[in-house]
């Protein structure tokens, strides 16, 4: 009996053992589950103070200030009444240009006076008024008047020729006044069919201020140099249709455009140096793989005409060579009475606001358009940076290799944009 008491007393001390055993694991899961949920919460607790923090602090520094630096581009090329910046605007070669302009509108904005005067760090100068009705027949109509007065101090001067050698470099400096009057017609948001006739007075042909090479005068002469040695007045006139369907003019990703002009050039004075010009430019944006990995293929062709005893003026021939044109080259490094162009850039980008480039370009140069063959085209190939904001190019760069060396350039319009309206010079 007491045999079997001590055995009941030994499996009852078992047992306890086993439940404060049991107790003490089931204890310690707990206090530790316990733990972890804390340490996790503790986490989260700590990810939401980072997150209110970022939130309160804000984009950093360099996003504030690119979205200050485009709000302000923005506002110095809005249409507002008043005194405002007046940044480029000149031909190729020029420099950066500025200057101060105003703009007031009448009529109740129904007509926009704007007057501007801009110098380049090249010293060319430029005084331009301007009167515009831009938004007739809902917006179908604009028309207006221009007064300009231009003196570009140092323009390259080579020689006439696709065989113009870079030894002949001269420079030479243009003045003119030029009085004209404008109209445009948009039958729909993609087509334009403007036309422009005016008098170009007062052009005058002097030495170039350049120190870097002879004055054109002391190597070419009126043989070599149609237009040297006297200048007439011109009355001049234009028509043009224009094509576009660029997403963003300013820095286009998809869509093209599309130009063809026809202008004439009267002599007012010796009847000697009037001509007609056909200039056909076209773009077209591609995107690839990604809307903003763009291919632009580009390309130019322009066609002069005269009549039997009739001369182009040098300073009025079809010039390449630039930033816009073939850029391992220098500006006007290549000038006749016919162009041939062809542009080919692949860009994509490096950062929001950065884009990186490769480009190829071909151009020729020829006394008939019979003459003009690819075959014989300069070339050149190159990298470039563009920054720009959401709607316009800001800044671009390119360093492009040629026959010639290698050639840095800056520009800030749209690479391969529209060509220049410029009358005089020939501006590609």
Same mark, same amino acid.
């Given at each position: 009996m007491k045999r079997l008491h001590h055995h009941h007393d030994r499996r009852t001390t078992l047992f306890r053992t086993c439940a404060l055993v049991a107790a003490c694991a089931c204890a310690s899961t707990v206090g530790?589950?316990? +733990?972890?949920? @804390?340490?996790?919460?503790?986490?989260?607790?700590?990810?939401?103070?980072?997150? $209110?923090?970022?939130?309160? %602090?804000?984009?950093?520094?360099?996003?504030?200030? /690119?979205?200050? #630096?485009?709000?302000q581009l923005q506002d110095a090329s809005a249409n507002r009444d008043g005194f405002h910046p007046q940044? #480029?605007?000149?031909?190729?070669?020029?420099?950066?240009a500025v200057g101060p302009g105003y703009r007031h509108h009448l009529f109740g904005d129904r007509a926009t006076v704007d007057a501007s005067g801009t110098v380049s760090w090249r010293q060319y100068t430029m005084a331009?008024?301007?009167?515009?009705?831009?938004?007739?027949?809902? *917006?179908?109509?604009?028309?207006?008047?221009?007064?300009?007065?231009?003196d570009f101090s140092k323009i *390259?001067?080579?020689?006439?020729?696709?065989?113009?050698?870079?030894? @002949?470099? +001269?420079?030479?400096?243009?003045? $003119?006044? *030029?009085?004209?009057? /404008?109209?445009?017609?948009?039958?729909?948001?993609?087509?334009?069919?403007?036309?422009?006739?005016?008098?170009?007075?007062?052009? %005058?042909?002097?030495?170039?201020?350049?120190?870097?090479?002879?004055?054109?005068? @002391?190597? /070419? $002469?009126?043989a070599t140099a149609p237009g040297l040695t006297r200048q007439p007045d011109f009355l001049h006139a234009d028509v043009s249709v224009a094509v576009d369907t660029q997403d963003v003019p300013g820095y286009p990703t998809s869509g093209g455009r599309y130009r063809v002009s026809v202008a004439s050039f009267h002599d007012q004075d010796y009847a000697r140096?009037?001509?007609r010009r056909l200039d056909a430019d076209a773009a077209q944006y591609i995107p690839l793989f990604h809307k903003s990995w763009v291919l632009t293929l580009h390309g130019r062709a322009v066609l002069s005409n005269s009549a039997a005893g009739q001369e182009v003026p040098f300073y009025l021939l079809p010039t390449l060579g630039g930033s816009n044109t073939l850029r391992g /080259?220098? @500006?006007y490094r290549f000038r006749d009475r016919n162009l041939l162009l062809f542009n080919v850039e692949y860009r994509w980008p490096l950062f929001r606001a950065l884009d990186a480039a490769l480009f190829y370009d071909a151009g020729t140069v020829a006394p008939s358009a019979q003459a003009l063959s690819m075959r014989q085209a300069h070339t050149d190939y190159g990298a470039?940076?563009?920054?720009?904001?959401?709607?316009? +190019?800001?800044?671009r760069v390119d360093v492009a290799r040629s026959p010639e060396g290698i050639r840095a350039s800056i520009g800030f319009t749209a690479p391969l944009g529209a060509p220049?309206? +410029?009358?005089?010079?020939?501006a590609p």
């Open positions: 530790a589950q316990e +733990t972890r949920a @804390d340490l996790l919460a503790q986490e989260r607790a700590a990810k939401a103070q980072e997150a $209110d923090a970022s939130v309160s %602090e804000g984009p950093g520094w360099r996003e504030r200030l /690119f979205s200050w #630096g485009e709000s940044i #480029g605007g000149m031909i190729p070669g020029a420099g950066i331009r008024a301007r009167v515009e009705w831009p938004q007739l027949f809902t *917006n179908r109509l604009s028309v207006g008047a221009e007064l300009k007065y231009q *390259n001067f080579y020689g006439i020729g696709d065989g113009s050698s870079k030894a @002949d470099r +001269t420079n030479y400096r243009l003045k $003119d006044a *030029n009085v004209l009057g /404008f109209a445009t017609v948009r039958p729909n948001p993609w087509l334009s069919i403007g036309s422009r006739v005016g008098i170009l007075k007062r052009v %005058e042909i002097a030495a170039g201020t350049s120190p870097l090479s002879p004055t054109t005068g @002391d190597r /070419f $002469d009126e140096y009037s001509f /080259f220098a @500006d470039g940076l563009r920054l720009h904001s959401a709607g316009r +190019t800001i800044v220049s309206r +410029t009358v005089v010079p020939y």
